[in-house]
Structures are given as C-alpha cells and as structure tokens.
C-alpha cells in the first residue's frame, strides 16, 4: 500500500493561513471521507488534530479544519501561531481489499 | 483520564525478536482497538496495524506479515506487539495507540513511544 502524498514542506507567517494536502486514491482518500490529521513535535507523539475528515477533537482550536475533494483531503490551519510549527500526518484508510490504515509521508510546517 | 504507557527501550540484535507492551487506563479497553505505528529516526510515521481489544481481530501491514503478532490481554488492559527477524531497519519509535479501527482510522490517544534499536 503506498503511502499518501503530501508536501514536505509549507510555511507560513504568524497571523496567515496555510493549507496542507493529502493526495491518495479512489480506493482510499476518495472512498471515505474518514481521512485524520495529526500534529508532531520533535521528540513528541502524535497528536490528533482532525478525524473523520472535517471534525476536531475536544480541545483543539477551531484554527484547524478539514476538508476533502475528490481524491485530495486538507488541512487548513488559519491566523498561525508559533506553537503550530510541528510535522503534519494525515491518515486514511486503504479500503476493504487489504483492511490497511495508511499514512501521508509528512509536511514539515514553518512559521515564519 | 485515558492513558497507554508502554514498556521501556530495548536494544537487539539482528536475527532477534522484541515485544513491546502497552497498557490502557481510563477507559474500557474492550470498547476499542489498538493501532501499532512506528517512526524510523528522521522519518515520517507508519502504520504497522491493528488489534480488536472486543475479539482479538487483527489487520496487518503487508510488508509485515509473517514478522508480527499483535495481542492483548483484556484481564490487564494491555496490548502487545512482537516484531520477529529484527533487521536494522527496524529501528525506530515503536507507538500504541487507541483506535476504532477501519474505517474510522482515528487515533485519539498515543502511549510515549518505546524505542527500539537493532544493532549487532
């Protein structure tokens, strides 16, 4: 199962909003709109950020949404902070042929 | 309030197999699974797979199988993962977490992570 496809990098100044993509497949990304996204600090588990795709967990700033097009989920984080500057991970499941959950390679966040 | 905490660092050697523990409070363990997901040094997360705490279903990564087991016992609230014929690449981060399962795939709490490292 090969992995979803996300930019390494993106970067953004304090106040602004960026938006990270997750590209996959029709058997995966497309067939459900159950993609999660989670938050990384060095030397930190992950923490999840977004689930289902749009809906965020209890104590999670509105800043961070999710949404899903076609085959491409995203991550939009608006009026960044410094606190946001983390990897970015987002995950879907692979479809009922193989029963895999599969992960996006990272985005490496940069606030400015 | 909902916690995993696995077992601490271990270091093999190649050829060796290593089994790491993961136990839950704080909620009912039954009512979930767990995912098992690794992090090679500098590298991006992946998922290696999943155990129904409810029935001891399993889905496994491909590239894995035949190399690993996961289990649990509901009697502790502890899941475990053992990962045999340990190569080097197999260094990494090894992390539990609480999942739904497929399809959902939502991994709401993570343990800290024990690191692994495969070394002769």
């Known amino acids: 199962q090969s992995a979803l496809t996300q930019p390494a990098s993106v970067s953004g100044s304090p106040g602004q909003s960026i938006t990270i993509s997750c590209t996959g497949t029709?058997?995966?990304?497309?067939?459900?709109?159950?993609v999660s996204w989670y938050q990384q600090h060095p030397g930190k588990a992950p923490k999840l950020m977004i689930y289902e795709g749009s809906k965020r967990p209890s104590g999670v700033s509105n800043r961070f949404s999710g949404s899903k097009s076609g085959n491409t989920a995203s991550l939009t984080i608006s009026g960044l902070q410094a606190e946001d500057e983390a990897d970015y991970y987002c995950?879907?499941?692979?479809?009922?042929?193989?029963?895999?959950?599969?992960f996006g390679g990272g985005t490496k966040l940069t606030v400015l | 309030q909902v916690q995993l905490v696995q077992s601490g660092a271990e270091v093999k050697k190649p050829g060796a197999s290593v089994k790491v523990s993961c136990k839950a409070s704080?909620?009912?363990?039954?009512?979930?699974?767990i995912s098992w997901v690794r992090q090679a040094p500098g590298q991006g997360l992946e998922w290696m797979g999943w155990?129904?705490?409810?029935?001891?279903?399993?889905n496994y990564a491909q590239k894995l199988q035949g190399r690993v087991t996961m289990t649990t016992d509901t009697s502790t609230s502890t899941a475990y993962m053992e990962l045999r014929s340990l190569r080097s690449d197999d260094t990494a981060v090894y992390y539990c977490?609480?999942?739904?399962?497929?399809?959902?795939?939502?991994?709401?709490?993570w343990g800290q992570g024990t690191l692994v490292t495969v070394s002769s």
């Open positions: 704080g909620y009912t363990f039954t009512s979930y699974g």
């Open positions: 155990i129904s705490a409810y029935n001891g279903n399993t």
């Open positions: 995950c879907s499941y692979a479809g009922s042929s193989t029963f895999e959950m599969v």
């Open positions: 029709s058997s995966d990304v497309g067939s459900y709109n159950l």
């Open positions: 977490a609480r999942d739904d399962g497929p399809p959902t795939v939502t991994k709401d709490y």
